[in-house]
């Protein structure tokens, strides 16, 4: 239930500020919950198209990250992704809730701003999808740091310099202009659009079900489901997000981690890299490392939607 009065300019201005502060502070607890388990998938990704491989999977990902960089090694490059986060999540929610206010208000004409399960479930995947496509150009360029942190240094020097998120971004613009924070786009495009779609939709699908057919069948529609039902929601939510359109991202990931010295000019298109790691890996190449990321996704999301919800029912 939102408390904030909807038709109110004022109460539209403390509740985008309200969305965007709960959804900042969800996003940055769910980064740490989840990044080291990103770090892996983005490692798994990113290995080279030819054989042999880096790693033979997850676990051995994680022994060697862990015997070369130590724990605190997977948690490198996390500041880019915190921003990410803080970003992505405020975005998120912020436009999802402005894209059920325009269907409200121009396809289903009620008579008083109704909660959100009154509204369609079609409509909120629809409305998820609206929310994923424009947070997705905030999100490449953050990403693209992130990925070109995490992956490991091809040189085994022990004295060589790491670069950092300012020389990253100084080394994308030198190559590629301001063109190149935005490679890769179309994957992140995709990624968030039916991902936030499958996202906000298995989210408020599972809520309806509990209060439909579960043990809050009685609840009213204002009242609040226990935790562990909305945890148990968001980490549905958080599986399908992950899950459906990982292809997107995994392709995503190898043309962010390219050497933009080696490609400037000649950049991989979305569909060559696709093209290539379906000719050299099959379907099991577009889906390297989705199980682990599928399963850090599900406590990641839990906490993110049950933290969001607890701060917006709090919200002075």
């Given at each position: 239930m939102d408390p904030l009065p909807r038709t109110d300019l004022s109460g539209q201005g403390e509740r985008a500020v309200r969305d965007i502060t709960c959804g900042a502070i969800s996003g940055i607890?769910?980064?740490?919950?989840?990044?080291?388990?990103?770090?892996?998938?983005?490692r798994l990704q990113s290995q080279p198209d030819h054989l042999p491989l880096r790693y033979t999977g997850p676990v051995d990902c994680f022994k060697q990250s862990l015997r070369k960089d130590g724990f605190l090694g997977l948690y490198?490059?996390?500041s880019a992704p915190l921003v990410g986060a803080a970003v992505e999540m405020s975005s998120m929610?912020?436009?999802y809730q402005m894209a059920k206010d325009a269907m409200r208000a121009t396809i289903y004409h009620p008579s008083e701003y109704s909660a959100t399960e009154d509204l369609p479930l079609t409509a909120l995947l629809a409305c998820g999808a609206a929310a994923g496509a424009f947070t997705s150009f905030l999100l490449t360029p953050i990403e693209l740091v992130k990925c070109k942190m995490q992956v490991p240094l091809e040189s085994s020097a022990a004295n060589l310099q790491r670069p950092g998120p300012l020389q990253i971004m100084a080394s994308v613009y030198r190559h590629q202009g301001l063109r190149g924070y935005w490679h890769g786009q179309l994957g992140t495009l995709i990624r968030e659009t039916g991902g936030s779609s499958a996202w906000f939709g298995a989210n408020e699908g599972t809520k309806i079900l509990f209060r439909k057919f579960g043990s809050s069948s009685k609840l009213g529609k204002d009242e609040s489901l226990p935790i562990?039902?909305?945890?148990?929601?968001?980490?549905?939510?958080?599986?399908?997000y992950n899950f459906v359109f990982y292809?997107?991202?995994?392709?995503?990931?190898?043309?962010?981690t390219e050497d933009v010295s080696k490609i400037a000019g000649g950049r991989r298109t979305f569909g060559a890299v696709g093209k290539t790691l379906w000719k050299q890996h099959g379907v099991k190449g577009l889906y390297r490392g989705?199980?682990?990321?599928?399963?850090?996704?599900?406590?990641?999301?839990?906490?993110?939607?049950?933290?969001?919800?607890?701060?917006?029912?709090?919200?002075p």
């Open positions: 607890v769910g980064k740490y919950i989840e990044y080291p388990f990103d770090t892996v998938k983005v490198r490059g996390i929610f912020l436009t562990w039902q909305q945890m148990t929601a968001g980490a549905f939510a958080g599986m399908s292809p997107a991202d995994t392709i995503k990931s190898q043309m962010q989705c199980g682990i990321t599928v399963a850090r996704a599900a406590p990641s999301s839990a906490f993110i939607f049950t933290i969001y919800e607890g701060l917006v029912q709090r919200w």
